[in-house]
T-cell receptor
Framework: GNSVTQMEGPVTLSEEAFLTINCTYT??????LFWYVQYPGEGLQLLLK?????DKGSNKGFEATYRKETTSFHLEKGSVQVSDSAVYFC?????????FGSGTRLLVRP | DAEITQSPRHKITETGRQVTLACHQT?????MFWYRQDLGHGLRLIHY???????NKGEVSDGYSVSRSNTEDLPLTLESAASSQTSVYFC??????????????FGAGTRLSVL
């Protein structure tokens, strides 16, 4: 069945370090893919998305590229800030529903 | 601005009681969803609705029910609360149109404790 797998956390980085959070999916066809972010005490909010193969989503310095060859949508940022500390969820569209990965907690230290 | 609101934000109840969590959106979205968030499981879909009078079961629907009598509201009812239903509950909404590309908008969540 359809599923999303993302790397387990927590991921702890120093400020200005490079970030990668891995996400792979299993699906029939080519679903839209999303990254959502959850800041402490808040609901999820969309960070970026990609709707077809080779699309690159980007927002707030974060990027992810839809790779159909490797069924992946890895999240990257070149230089993280303390304010990026949050939980990040990879998700894919499935008939207007979203299937989420288990989330990866990121902690950025000054 | 359009928004999606959940109430209450925090709720403590006792085992066996009926509990209803409210979700109200002013986006005029067709689709509404209820998720629960538990450590190690991410978000799991409880119920969802694609429009008025439409409701569907998600992957963890046992012990929960919803009704959709208008576009704006999708209340979630726990018929007889159990300790296993202690969780954080999120409501979300989205639209079908090509422009919105199925982006879901989330409420701030309700933290429910069943004692």
């Amino acid at each position: 069945g359809n599923s999303v797998t993302q790397m387990e956390g927590p991921v702890t980085l120093s400020e200005e370090a490079f970030l990668t959070i891995n996400c792979t999916y299993t699906a029939t066809g080519y679903p839209s893919l999303f990254w959502y972010v959850q800041y402490p005490g808040e609901g999820l909010q969309l960070l970026l998305k990609a709707t077809k193969a080779d699309d690159k989503g980007s927002n707030k310095g974060f990027e992810a590229t839809y790779r159909k060859e490797t069924t992946s949508f890895h999240l990257e940022k070149g230089s993280v800030q303390v304010s990026d500390s949050a939980v990040y969820f990879c998700a894919m569209d499935s008939s207007y529903k979203l299937i989420f990965g288990s989330g990866t907690r990121l902690l950025v230290r000054p | 601005d359009a928004e999606i609101t959940q109430s209450p934000r925090h709720k403590i109840t006792e085992t066996g009681r009926q509990v209803t969590l409210a979700c109200h959106q002013t986006w005029n979205h067709n689709n509404m969803f209820w998720y629960r968030q538990d450590l190690g499981h991410g978000l799991r879909l409880i119920h969802y609705s694609y429009g008025v009078q439409d409701t569907n079961k998600g992957e963890v629907s046992d012990g929960y029910s919803v009704s959709r009598s208008n576009t704006e509201d999708l209340p979630l009812t726990l018929e007889s609360a159990a300790s296993s239903q202690t969780s954080v509950y999120f409501c979300a909404s989205s639209d079908h149109s090509r422009d919105t590309e199925n982006i879901q908008y989330f409420g701030a969540g309700t933290r429910l404790s069943v004692l």
